[in-house]
């Protein structure tokens, strides 16, 4: 039995029986929610490189004869960019070594799945995050009273970029982003500052042309290209969310039907998936619809075992890492009670002090995970890992699970007295838009929800 010099023999029996391994796909399976609907694909780059895909727009159908004599005239197929930086995550956890036989071993796989939960926890919410600031992007309000100048405090995301050619590209004169304030002033936005450089997609203020608008604090703010999106009671911001304001069945029929509509693939299982919380899922049970659909049912799963599984053309996933205020980062107060929660660029409580909580139902090929394939590293020491599988070396061992890999290091201190643990992924995860297919809206493969919980 190979076994790595230094560590001790009951965490070499912990790599050679599988606890290990099986401890982090244990970990991992459950997490990976949001993660598990990207569409992976290898990514042969360098770290910190930048590459750019294209999607073809559909040809729009002929429907008129073609005169006598004539030929046809060669149709432009529309092709939207889009790209992907290649990014590094990671994380690490030390052993401490001294302590006694009996409890180092249980103290070392402690570590490992702790630190796998993190990985997946990670790996999810950067594909949580990618997939809802696209989908929640040009629904937003001011952040205050606006006096009547040509600038507005905006607090949500979706205002900073325009399709020009083809090409993602800044707001400028030439290329400005149409939106409505309130119910119906219409103006260009021609520049965007957001309020912190280092999150672009966050709030800013925005510069428009036409007439100077006096707004009151927490006028709505919508974009003409922004995504379709589902708000339960209506209303053009999230603070027309009320009381009443809960996840009804109807929700997902809508959502169902707009993908329907926009031609949006299903997934390989023939659905689409629905991502909501678990507070929406309590909150169903109260929709007259849904109970008067099981009243005959009293003993169906999805009353004794609150497991509804297949409904509405829609795979149902509870998922407690839908975003809220608890699970989207560093909330910052907005006005009143309304907070910004920073990692989803959306606002997680209103102004009326609800809290926010937005489930989406997401069809085939809304989101990419683009990867960097680390089984082919090849460390100083000579370790090598591939997928599922560990290899022990005199150096260490790596072990590859959902494309995270995993590296426990011997001790290198000088009293060899740690031995760490890491994991690591490389790579982005993007979100392609579909505007030149279809209405005007920019990204048509994913609709989210929004109610109070």
Do not use: C
């Amino acid at each position: 039995m190979t076994v790595i010099v230094g560590v001790p023999a009951s965490i070499n029996n912990a790599i050679q029986t599988g606890t290990l391994e099986r401890m982090w796909n244990e970990s991992l399976a459950p997490t990976l929610l949001f993660r598990a609907d990207a569409l992976a694909e290898v990514w042969p780059i360098n770290l910190g490189e930048t590459q750019i895909f294209s999607r073809p727009a559909l040809l729009a159908p002929r429907t008129t004869p073609r005169a006598a004599g004539t030929d046809p005239v060669p149709q432009a197929i529309g092709i939207e960019q889009w790209e992907v930086t290649a990014q590094a995550f990671s994380d690490s956890i030390d052993t401490h070594m001294p302590t006694s036989n009996v409890a180092l071993a249980p103290l070392f796989l402690m570590h490992a799945k702790q630190l796998a939960i993190q990985a997946g926890m990670s790996l999810n919410r950067i594909s949580r995050n990618a997939l809802y600031t696209a989908y929640v992007g040009g629904h937003s309000a001011t952040a205050g009273a606006q006096p009547a100048v040509n600038q507005v405090n905006i607090v949500g995301n979706g205002f900073r970029r325009v399709l020009v050619n083809g090409r993602q590209t800044d707001i400028s004169v030439a290329n400005p982003i149409a939106v409505i304030f309130g119910a119906a002033d219409a103006r260009n936005l021609t520049a965007f500052v957001p309020t912190d450089a280092n999150d672009p997609d966050g709030p800013g203020v925005a510069t428009y042309d036409g007439a100077d608008l006096a707004l009151a604090s927490r006028t709505a703010v919508r974009a003409l290209n922004r995504p379709f999106l589902i708000r339960a009671g209506g209303g053009t911001s999230v603070d027309a969310l009320g009381a009443a304001d809960t996840f009804v069945m109807q929700n997902v029929i809508d959502a169902v039907a707009r993908l329907k509509q926009m031609n949006v693939p299903r997934f390989t299982d023939g659905t689409y998936h629905l991502h909501l919380s678990p507070t929406q899922k309590a909150q169903l049970y109260a929709d007259p619809a849904w109970r008067v659909l099981y009243t005959a049912l009293p003993d169906s799963v999805a009353f004794r075992d609150q497991a509804i599984g297949h409904q509405n053309n829609a795979l149902w996933y509870e998922n407690s890492e839908a975003p809220d205020s608890t699970n989207t980062g560093a909330q910052t107060v907005r006005v009143g009670t309304a907070q910004y929660g920073r990692d989803v660029h959306a606002e997680t409580v209103n102004a009326g002090g609800f809290n926010i909580h937005r489930a989406v139902v997401v069809g085939q090929a809304a989101e990419y995970e683009k990867f960097i394939d680390e089984s082919a590293y090849i460390t100083e020491a000579g370790i090598t890992g591939k997928v599922g599988e560990f290899f022990v070396t005199v150096g260490g061992v790596q072990m590859m699970t959902e494309r995270i890999r995993y590296i426990l290091r011997a001790p290198q201190d000088r009293l060899q007295e740690f031995v760490g643990q890491t994991w690591s992924w490389k790579g982005d995860f993007a979100i392609p838009s579909d505007s030149l297919s279809g209405d005007a809206a920019r990204f048509k493969r994913a609709v989210v929800i929004e109610t109070i919980g």
